[in-house]
């Protein structure tokens, strides 16, 4: 059976910011959101009045070559599109050079830089243009104006410095708001499945269900921003959080890491078995270990024109899930299984256990290239993702040989971003577009799984299927009922139902895909004050494929024997109609 889903979403925001004497509106788009922002007004310390003319240079081991812009009458300068980093502000004013260093520029955010510059301080630049350069200190605040938007940024000291999880998904509760739930993490009240992930500038987000598809881990990420409320009407398609994620570049420096984890089960603590009626087997999942090497390089292609920075990161897990066969108790012969006063169950006792391991390997990748025509005009080239392979348990009620299925999921993305800019840095057009696939399979391991399944719908004694439990190497003599050494012959010692002899039955495989490009323009304007308009166009073609189907394309189960008339129970075969459904995007 195979279910499509298709949509074509094209959304159109115009945004724009009101305000005082200076207004710069939050100017990044969804799907563009991987830079920051400086502003500011430099002052001529002698006059107070405004540095008209002077020349603003931003240079960053975070930025493609270096940023230059001229103030404006009024002294103000703007930087947009700068990569997050530490940056560096040199100032020309009057044959004279002044620098203010440590300028943090956050994902998503804008740095206020004010400065004051005295013409008269310090020697002039001489016949060659060398002249002392003056330093000047402070600290520029990190603020979001004309934003509503409320969350966290988590920079990659943050996760070098902090414990916390291997993966930026694993660090999202570090903002405030979010709380675990069961697909996910969930944020100022909604669900996990209603927040939106943009990694490197495209939407990522799991288009079947909304969870989290794409994740990497922390030495692959530069920055994370977490928006749990207040966002704009250009973050669509999202009624909880906001992920942002950008990794990371090279520089003009080689540079990189080596690192490694190892997490053994002995500091883990055991799991509990988890009571239930009704069966006569309990399991219980506990880690064996879980270890991962990697490595991250980046650095110059070309200086100041062309960087690139990989990373490869395989992980490993080993688990291990123990199978008891456990046998009810009925100590006064009533013929009613004792009941255990304290949880309520039916009292049991352990027979027999076997362990039955499996195995995970993940694969992380991140690969990217920055390159710069000019400052005007600058690329990005990017590809990441967590393809993950192994078994799994498909189930335990059931014949050894199909306990274990093969198991695959993970996901593959690319993406391109273009940003221009003109009119003296006052326009600036932003284009991104990108592809994600993910895929969830369910295998089986060999040809002898790929039958029919066949079930007992009905009550049994485990016993009954001695010679298939015999497989899995556990003595289940203290099972039969007939045994003269039985030591409750009142009651069915080991009862289980829904018993499968043969075959894995249902089975999925699952595809979710999403190509995106999104355009903008954003117009920044001096009309009683500054303002930015910003327009764009969002177009998200999402596909969800899921193909279902039954081991050896059917499925039989087996109805209990009449009691009033001792006729043998039925077989009954059911297969899975054929259905395509297509939905016309809309």
């Not at 004497?21 to 799907?31: G, K, P, V």
């Not at 400065?115 to 001489?126: C, E, L």
């Not at 219980?284 to 990989?310: C, M, T």
């Not at 076997?354 to 694969?363: F, G, H, Q």
Request: aromatic share 10%; hydrophobic share 35%.
């Amino acid at each position: 059976m195979q279910n499509k889903l298709s949509r074509i979403l094209l959304g159109a925001a115009l945004a724009f910011g009101v305000g005082g004497t200076i207004e710069l509106r939050d100017a990044y788009a969804q799907s563009s959101a991987t830079v920051g922002a400086v502003r500011g007004v430099i002052r001529d310390k002698a006059t107070g009045e405004p540095a008209l003319g002077a020349t603003v240079v931003a240079t960053s081991p975070a930025l493609v070559g270096e940023q230059v812009v001229l103030t404006e009458a009024d002294g103000t300068y703007f930087m947009t599109a700068l990569p997050p980093g530490l940056y560096t502000l040199t100032i020309y004013y009057e044959n004279k050079t002044f620098s203010r260093g440590n300028v943090l520029v956050q994902l998503g955010k804008e740095a206020v830089v004010n400065v004051t510059v005295d013409p008269k301080a310090g020697a002039a630049a001489g016949a060659g243009g060398a002249g002392e350069t003056i330093i000047i200190t402070g600290t520029a605040p990190i603020i979001d104006q004309g934003s509503t938007k409320t969350g966290v940024t988590i920079t990659d000291d943050y996760t070098r410095n902090i414990p916390t999880g291997r993966t930026f998904g694993g660090v999202l509760e570090s903002s405030a708001g979010s709380q675990g739930d069961l697909y996910g993490i969930s944020m100022s009240g909604a669900t996990s499945a209603e927040n939106v992930y943009i990694v490197e500038g495209i939407n990522t987000t799991d288009t079947a269900f909304g969870g989290l598809s794409s994740n990497l881990p922390n030495e692959f990420i530069s920055e994370t921003e977490v928006i749990t409320g207040g966002y704009n009407a250009e973050f669509g398609r999202a009624t909880g959080g906001i992920i942002n994620v950008i990794t990371k570049s090279g520089s003009n420096q080689f540079k990189g890491s080596v690192f490694g984890y190892f997490t053994p089960g002995s500091l883990v603590s055991d799991a509990e078995t988890i009571l239930r009626e009704g069966s006569a087997i309990d399991t219980q999942s506990n880690l064996d270990y879980r270890y991962d090497v990697g490595a991250e390089i980046g650095g110059p292609i070309i200086k100041d024109k062309l960087w690139f920075h990989v990373g490869f990161n395989p992980s490993f897990t080993k688990s291990t899930l123990t199978r008891f066969v456990t046998t009810l108790v009925d100590k006064n012969a009533d013929g009613i299984p004792d009941t255990n006063e304290s949880t309520g169950f039916t009292e049991r006792e352990n027979v027999d256990s076997i362990d039955l391991p499996t195995s995970l390997t993940t694969y992380f990748f991140t690969a990217k290239i920055n390159g710069a025509i000019n400052q005007n005009n600058q690329f990005q080239l990017s590809a990441f993702g967590n393809p993950r392979s192994g078994d799994a348990i498909y189930g335990t009620l059931r014949n050894p040989d199909n306990t274990r299925i093969d198991y695959e999921d993970g996901a593959y993305d690319v993406a391109a971003k273009w940003t221009s800019k003109f009119n003296e840095g006052k326009t600036q057009v932003d284009a991104v577009v990108g592809y994600h696939r993910a895929t969830t399979n369910q295998n089986p391991k060999n040809a002898a799984q790929n039958v029919p399944n066949a079930q007992y719908q009905y009550t049994r004694s485990i016993y009954d299927f001695a010679d298939i439990e015999n497989r899995y190497g556990q003595d289940i003599g203290a099972c039969n009922d007939a045994s003269p050494l039985d030591p409750y012959p009142m009651i069915t010692n080991c009862p289980v139902f829904g018993y499968s002899s043969q075959g894995l039955d249902f089975l999925e495989q699952r595809t979710n895909a999403r190509t995106s490009a999104v355009i903008s323009l954003t117009q920044r304007v001096k009309l009683a004050g500054y303002h930015t308009f910003k327009g764009g166009f969002d177009i998200d073609f999402a596909t969800y494929d899921s193909h279902r189907g039954y081991s050896g394309g059917a499925r039989l189960r087996r109805s209990a024997n009449v009691a009033a008339t001792g006729a043998p129970g039925r077989w009954q075969a059911r297969q899975l109609m054929s259905v395509v459904r297509t939905l016309a995007p809309g």
